[in-house]
Nanobody, 128 residues
Framework: QVQLVESGGGLVQAGGSLRLSCAAS????????MGWFRRAPGKEREFVAA????????YYADSVKGRFTISRDNAKNTVYLQMSSLKPEDTAVYYC?????????????????????WGQGTQVTVSS
């Protein structure tokens, strides 16, 4: 079993930056693909970014491409989401999730159902 704990959320002005962290328990973290999702008030949970277990492949939603960067440090069992040029529409609860493998097609990494474990979320609020 994997336990995930997010941190780093907060209130920031538009144009600002935040770095989210997701600390994972367990010795097999380096074998897991990791993803970030978010849920804004009144909206469905949506994919933000994902990274393969090796760190060699990263994926982003079009809405954050060029502004957000996902990375991981397997030695620290941690995955990060660096968010820059934040916009009010980025306001949401951000969740990290882990997946042993992606199945279900080329874009499986965008699907919440592809992930096995989830963190409790961290709130990000961007003021205009």
């Amino acid at each position: 079993q994997v336990q995930l704990v997010e941190s780093g959320g907060g209130l920031v002005q538009a144009g600002g930056s935040l770095r989210l962290s997701c600390a994972a328990s367990g010795r097999t973290f380096s074998r897991y693909n990791m993803g970030w999702f978010r849920r804004a008030p009144g909206k469905e949970r949506e994919f933000v970014a994902a990274i393969r277990w090796s760190g060699g492949n990263t994926y982003y939603a079009d809405s954050v491409k060029g502004r957000f960067t996902i990375s991981r440090d397997n030695a620290k069992n941690t995955v990060y989401l660096q968010m820059s040029s934040l916009k009010p529409e980025d306001t949401a609860v951000y969740y990290c999730a882990s997946a042993q493998t992606y199945t279900g097609g080329s874009y499986a990494y965008t699907l919440p159902s592809a992930y096995d474990y989830w963190g409790q979320g961290t709130q990000v609020t961007v003021s205009s």
